[in-house]
């Protein structure tokens, strides 16, 4: 069974500019979570998507929104980028089985901010 | 608030036994995680334990949880070279958000 997918792996863009990463998840997991990873602040979650509807959210502001579509591929978008943003963005899914829902990672979108 | 920490870094020679601690605050937490993120790669999950357990061992694994003094620690048997890598403990109340830890990074020397 292919593993949880994200597009594109690196990115670089500059300061006010807009992005979308993309996140593929495990066959049949309906599940989507995002998280930000940078070296001052850790592992820090984004928002959790679950048929098309986001269920749980962290304290990101707004320019950081997502969503899900029926097939369970999910989006972020980062609006007006700001240089603090470069960070390694993870996505997980899962089955949603309730209990201990076991989280699968992908490999993560690099992104770097000029 | 929710607060996970670890130690920043371990080092061990191959062969030895590592240890990986964390503490953490959330008294709601029901299952505790262990990651493990190698350089350039995303998070793999190691093994979890759920809150009324104190012990949960998996093949070289072993997780020991003190719900008490909310501590948990990763040992790994028989430490090889493979195993050099970040390791992030993770808590969750039962759903999706998981609160991890800031990483300690394990060095296994020859």
């Known amino acids: 069974k292919a593993g949880v997918t994200q597009t594109p792996r690196y990115l670089i863009k500059t300061r006010g500019q807009q992005v979308t990463l993309s996140c593929s998840p495990i066959?049949?997991?309906?599940?989507v979570s995002w998280y930000q990873q940078t070296p001052g602040q850790g592992l820090q979650f984004l928002f959790e998507?679950?048929?098309?509807?986001?269920?749980n959210k962290g304290n990101f502001p707004g320019r950081f929104s997502g969503r899900q579509f029926s097939n369970s591929r999910s989006e972020m978008n980062v609006s007006t980028l700001e240089l603090g943003d470069s960070a390694l963005y993870l996505c997980?899914?899962?089955?949603?089985?309730?209990?201990?829902?076991?989280?699968?990672f992908g490999p993560g979108t690099r992104l770097t901010v000029l | 608030g929710e607060d996970v920490e670890q130690s920043l870094f371990l080092s061990v020679r191959e062969g030895d036994s590592s240890v990986i601690n964390c503490t953490y605050t959330?008294?709601?937490?029901?299952?505790l995680y262990w990651y493990k993120q190698e350089p350039g790669a995303g998070l793999q999950l190691l093994t979890y334990?759920?809150?009324?357990?104190d012990m949960k061992q998996d093949q070289r694994l072993t997780v020991l949880l003190n719900k008490k003094d909310k501590h948990l620690s990763l040992r790994i048997a028989d430490t090889q070279t493979g195993d050099s890598a970040i390791y992030f403990c993770?808590?969750?109340?039962?759903?999706?958000?998981?609160?991890f830890g800031t990483g300690t990074q394990l060095k296994v020397e020859l």
């Open positions: 993770a808590e969750g109340g039962g759903g999706n958000k998981l609160t």
């Open positions: 334990i759920f809150s009324n357990m």
């Open positions: 997980a899914s899962s089955l949603n089985r309730g209990g201990a829902d076991t989280q699968y």
């Open positions: 959330d008294s709601s937490s029901t299952y």
């Open positions: 066959s049949g997991h309906r599940s």
């Open positions: 998507y679950f048929s098309e509807t986001q269920r």
